[in-house]
């Protein structure tokens, strides 16, 4: 079956430095994907939607700045967390769609554990 | 406003206890509705596509069931390993954003 890899699982990082997580679709091509936040005990939050080639499209009170997106290839999507701060400090998880005739589905990476100290 | 409810929050049952989740849904033009398991800290694994009213999907002791406002997943005969965060979400016709309901978190108690 479809699979996407994220990496890395988990980061700990300075505040003030950037953070990237990758997410690789490893075995199909995934023109959109997405990028979601999700608090403890709280539910995914959708941050944005990358389509490769092109910019991505941000949800509403998502700092485009800060949260940097990027699509370059069919395989790879990164989000880019700069000058990082404790509240950003969250599980984000990336999901790529895919289509195959009139079925579609979604399937997600394993999630990065962001801690910013 | 769109919007995707999942209730209870929070569901414990012994094992072998029979139970259904709940997930109802105002959003217009579903275009799918899906239902995932994910495990504390890890992205959400799939478990059922539902496409319109009446559909059914089963998979061993999960069976997932939609009408027009609302999708129930019923556990059959539940087991420890079932315990997780049972995620609902739904897409409509007019994009691809995935919108997830709020989550109910189950755990079977042997």
């Known amino acids: 079956g479809a699979v996407v890899s994220q990496h890395p699982s988990r980061v700990i990082c300075k505040s003030g430095t950037s953070v990237k997580i990758e997410c690789r679709s490893l075995?199909?091509?995934?023109?959109?994907m997405f990028w979601y936040r999700q608090f403890p005990k709280q539910s995914l939050m959708l941050m944005a939607t990358?389509?490769?080639?092109?910019?991505?499209?941000?949800e509403q009170g998502v700092e485009k700045d800060k949260f940097l997106i990027n699509h370059a290839s069919l395989t790879l999507s990164t989000l880019t967390v700069t000058s990082a701060h404790p509240e950003d400090s969250s599980f984000y998880i990336c999901?790529?769609?895919?289509?195959?005739?009139?079925?579609?589905?979604?399937?997600f990476g394993s999630g990065t554990r962001l801690t910013v100290v | 406003e769109d919007q995707v409810t999942q209730s209870p929050e929070a569901l414990r049952l012994q094992e072998g206890e029979s139970s259904s989740l709940n997930c109802s849904y105002t959003?217009?033009?579903?275009?799918?509705l899906f239902w995932y398991r994910q495990d504390p800290g890890k992205g959400p694994e799939f478990l059922f596509t539902?496409?319109?009213a009446g559909e059914e999907k089963e998979k061993e002791r999960l069976k997932a069931t939609l009408t027009k406002k609302e999708s129930f997943l019923h556990i059959t005969a539940p087991k420890p390993e079932d315990s997780a965060t049972y995620l609902c979400?739904?897409?409509?016709?007019?994009?691809?954003?995935?919108?997830f309901g709020t989550g109910t978190s189950l755990t079977v108690i042997p």
């Open positions: 999901s790529a769609l895919i289509t195959a005739g009139f079925n579609y589905g979604y399937t």
């Open positions: 075995d199909f091509q995934a023109t959109t």
């Open positions: 990358s389509n490769e080639g092109s910019k991505a499209t941000y």
């Open positions: 959003v217009s033009g579903l275009r799918g």
């Open positions: 539902l496409y319109s």
């Open positions: 979400a739904v897409t409509q016709n007019t994009g691809n954003q995935f919108y």
